[in-house]
């Protein structure tokens, strides 16, 4: 049936209520009214095609059943009289959607006519405690829906719950009319993750391991990785690149199965010996966003569970097999700590500071949750087949801007993407991209059995930047 005049979503969900943010809300909610009112881009889009036969009822019975599923797609907040943030979860409502007739000729393999769907959407920031999170649109094609379009502020999930509100929604639209016969296995909603949080003896327990660790950990920090490396900074200040980097999950796995490390591990390490040539130090500390999905009911919640914990690491005399090992121990010590209430972190700030250590934790790697899977490449050719797929690596500028609070913000993402965020002061726009690459020339280098992979730096020429300050270091971090 084509889709004439307005569409809206009417939901009931089977209760309301209301608590203070969970841990992981309130740590994006602070990022996001620390960027506001220019944080739009860190909202978040999910585009997905409409099967053939899928009518206007089909697509709205699917999404009703999906934010009725998922709670935290009608939460909505406020802010009490205390200052502190709150999470409402909305029993019942309707949500608007916005319709749009795809131009092109068609192409049922390409979500390319939903672009100017989701730039819309998406390109507006959400005002949290007046308006629901979530926007919705559905491209459509001679009045059939073809596509639907759901962006979302960054409180609604993180990247695994993104990947859990994808993934419902592209079975529920294949069920059709039928979709209430699809199962849904939500995971562990928003308010009864505050709830373990507030009263549970587990949720103390990893409340106190992991700022136990970060109180540790704070003493092995500078007050920032780049002090004494600043230059000049390019207009907008901070640069955002993305290399499409094909070599680097075949060349990863090659070295994952041969030290029996994980693909995740050989990138960080990667992104470790690049980062360490560059500071000319073997030192680095910095952030790593945790997902923080072990606990019972959270694989598959929608919600923000994700955190940042903090990562070290001494690369002293170090072959790559040996890096990828200290890097592994690191990571993993890192994310069984990525638990805790902000606030603490706040605090343990504020002590250092009244010490005269203002530390500004201005670096952080995220990895993707994803598939990393590669497809081996020809036997007995390894050098020419990397080096063919490390030749068709694509780069790209995807954003400018003034406002950012971070000195570096890489972000890994299955398969082979990797982008970086940079203040400019510190990685000129041509570095951003030197920077990406000798990634991705380390793991190949490390895959051919090269002793020293990280000289991949050098041939990428990314140059040395000292940095004027080491950091305090008393004590090993476990």
Not at 164 to 185: F, H, K, P, Q, W
Not at 373 to 392: D, M
Not at 396 to 414: C, H
Request: aromatic residues 6%.
């Amino acid at each position: 049936m084509p889709v004439h005049g307005d569409l809206s979503i009417v939901f009931h969900g089977h209760r309301g209520g209301e608590a203070q943010l969970t841990w992981g809300q309130r740590f994006i909610w602070d990022i996001i009214m620390r960027l506001a009112p220019r944080d739009e881009h860190l909202n978040l889009d999910v585009v997905v095609p409409v099967p053939e036969g899928v009518d206007v009822e089909g697509v709205r019975e699917a999404l009703a059943r999906l934010i009725e599923t998922h709670e935290s797609l009608r939460t909505r907040y406020a802010v009490a009289s205390d200052g502190s943030p709150r999470q409402i979860l909305v029993q019942s409502g309707t949500l608007p959607v916005e319709l749009r007739e795809a131009a092109g000729e068609p192409d049922p393999s390409s979500a390319a006519p939903a672009g100017p769907l989701v730039r819309a959407l998406t390109g507006r920031r959400f005002d949290l405690t007046r308006e629901p999170p979530v926007r919705i649109g559905v491209v459509t094609r001679e009045g059939a829906p073809a596509h639907v379009v759901m962006a979302m502020s960054h409180m609604v999930a993180d990247g695994r719950g993104l990947h859990v509100i994808e993934r419902d929604l592209t079975a529920l639209l294949s069920g059709g009319a039928g979709s209430d016969g699809v199962a849904l296995s939500p995971g562990r909603q928003p308010l009864d993750q505050a709830a373990f949080e507030l009263g549970d003896e587990a949720a103390a327990r990893i409340r106190t391991r992991a700022v136990d660790h970060w109180r540790r950990s704070l003493r092995r920090f500078p007050p920032s990785m780049f002090l004494g490396t600043a230059t000049a900074s390019a207009r907008p200040r901070f640069w955002h690149g993305h290399l499409t980097a094909p070599a680097l999950p075949v060349a990863a796995s090659i070295v994952a199965a041969a030290q029996r490390a994980t693909v995740p591990s050989v990138i960080l390490t990667a992104f470790c010996s690049m980062l360490s040539h560059r500071l000319g130090s073997p030192h680095l500390s910095f952030v790593i966003r945790t997902a923080n999905r072990f606990q019972p009911g959270t694989a598959d919640a929608v919600g923000h569970l994700s955190q940042k914990a903090p990562f070290t690491i001494d690369l002293s005399g170090a072959d790559f097999p040996e890096r990828v090992a200290r890097v592994h121990r690191s990571a993993v010590t890192a994310y069984w700590n990525g638990c805790y209430p902000p606030q603490e972190l706040g605090d343990l700030l504020a002590d250092e500071a009244s010490r005269g250590r203002h530390l500004q934790l201005d670096t952080t790697l995220n990895v993707v949750p994803g598939d990393f899977a590669a497809v081996p490449g020809p036997s007995g050719q390894p050098a020419a087949y990397l080096a063919e797929l490390e030749n068709s690596s694509r780069y790209r500028v995807l954003d400018r801007r003034e406002d950012e609070d971070v000195a570096l913000f890489v972000n890994i993402e299955p398969p082979d993407g990797m982008s970086l965020l940079a203040d400019t002061r510190y990685f000129a726009p041509a570095e951003i991209e030197a920077a990406l690459r000798a990634i991705q020339r380390i793991v190949v280098k490390a895959a051919l059995g090269e002793a020293d992979p990280w000289t991949g730096v050098d041939e990428i020429g990314l140059p040395v930047r000292s940095a004027c300050e080491e950091p305090e270091r008393t004590e090993a971090v476990t």
